[in-house]
């Protein structure tokens, strides 16, 4: 069976810190990537997406991430946090069939 | 254009009772998704449904849940006999094709006293 996994359960850094998150998913085929972001007291929003094409793709609020197939990672990363990035980010893979497998998350709070 | 919504925000209900979830796509989008959401806990997976049918229900966790979307729009997530370890917060998302970034709504959190 599919699953994701996210190393880092809760990540603390200053402002303008440099951040990477991890994530790896088992699966040996094509896959989709993903990477979602909660807000506290918001819902689940899409931060990026991979589908194919470069494997390093940017998304929202100066995120990016980089598909590196060969190590089944998904890493994301954000050269300067800032307060408002404190958030509960979530890495998920669609491997055929529709559905997305969720990480447990990572809960990143900036400190000011 | 609305998202994603869901209703009640919120349900309290007794121990085995039987309660009803709603979710409300948007429209357009022909995947529709129900997950559950555990304090610390990414969203796990229940069912999908492209367009009026169950495309995948692996995820349910018995025959206790059940869903439905008659008419390829709303969806309505039914819990019967509920237990207390059913208490989480139920997301619903839709997508315009199965597999594309999904749109969640704000879930509905379930509590079973």
């Known amino acids: 069976a599919q699953s994701v996994s996210q190393h880092n359960h809760h990540v603390i850094l200053s402002e303008a810190a440099s951040l990477e998150l991890g994530c790896n998913y088992s699966y040996g085929g094509t896959v989709n990537l993903f990477w979602y972001v909660q807000y506290p007291g918001q819902h689940l929003q899409l931060l990026l997406k991979?589908?194919?094409?470069?494997?390093l793709v940017k998304g929202i609020k100066g995120f990016e991430a980089e598909f590196i197939k060969s190590k089944f990672s998904f890493n994301l990363r954000k050269p300067s946090v800032q307060w408002s990035d404190t958030a509960e980010y979530f890495c998920a893979v669609n491997a055929g069939g529709g559905k997305l497998i969720f990480g447990q998350g990572t809960e990143l709070s900036v400190k000011p | 254009g609305a998202g994603v919504s869901q209703t009640p925000s919120n349900k309290v209900t007794e121990k085995g009772k039987y309660v009803e979830l709603r979710c409300d796509p948007i429209?357009?989008?022909?995947?529709l998704y129900w997950y559950r959401q555990s304090l610390g806990q990414g969203p796990e997976f229940l069912i999908y449904f492209q367009g009026t049918g169950a495309a995948d229900d692996s995820g349910l966790p018995n025959d206790r849940f059940f869903a439905v979307r008659p008419e390829g729009s709303v969806s309505t997530l039914k819990i019967q006999r509920t237990e207390r370890g059913d208490s989480a917060v139920y997301l619903c998302?839709?997508?315009?094709?199965?597999?594309?970034?999904?749109?969640f709504g704000p879930g509905t959190r379930l509590t079973v006293t």
């Open positions: 998302a839709s997508s315009p094709r199965p597999g594309e970034g999904m749109y």
């Open positions: 991979y589908f194919s094409g470069d494997p």
């Open positions: 429209s357009g989008h022909t995947a």
